[in-house]
């Protein structure tokens, strides 16, 4: 017969081992949505000299109790934003949109990833 202290053991463990399940499949699912993002934006990108397009990247976080991803434009860092909105001035630039849509499409698969 198992002890009152084993039995608690056992489903400690019990617990544990769903939750680093669970906490994978979700920092699978992240890491998956990311990859889509940045994905689409280098596919949806405005062209010029290619350079945009090309400098998407992606990184990922994971600490105990989360995890965070980032896709980010690593070679214009600040040009994301005025090809988005588009900005007025002395040369004023319609807007591009292209990150929104990239934005919902990852965040659709992992919804999808996640059965949510």
Do not use: C
């Amino acid at each position: 017969m198992t002890s009152p202290d084993g039995f608690n053991a056992e489903l400690v463990q019990l617990a544990r081992s769903f939750v680093d399940q669970e906490q994978a499949k979700v920092a699978a699912a992240v890491r998956k949505g990311a990859d889509v993002t940045k994905k689409q934006l280098v596919q949806t990108s405005p062209r010029d000299s290619g350079d945009y397009g090309g400098g998407w990247r992606r990184s990922s976080k994971l600490t105990f109790d989360h995890i965070e991803a980032s896709v980010y434009q690593a070679k214009k860092p600040g040009l994301p934003h005025l090809l988005e909105k588009g900005h007025g001035g002395p040369h004023p630039a319609p807007a591009h949109p292209h990150i929104e849509s990239a934005y919902e499409v990852g965040v659709a698969t992992i919804e999808s990833e996640l059965g949510t």
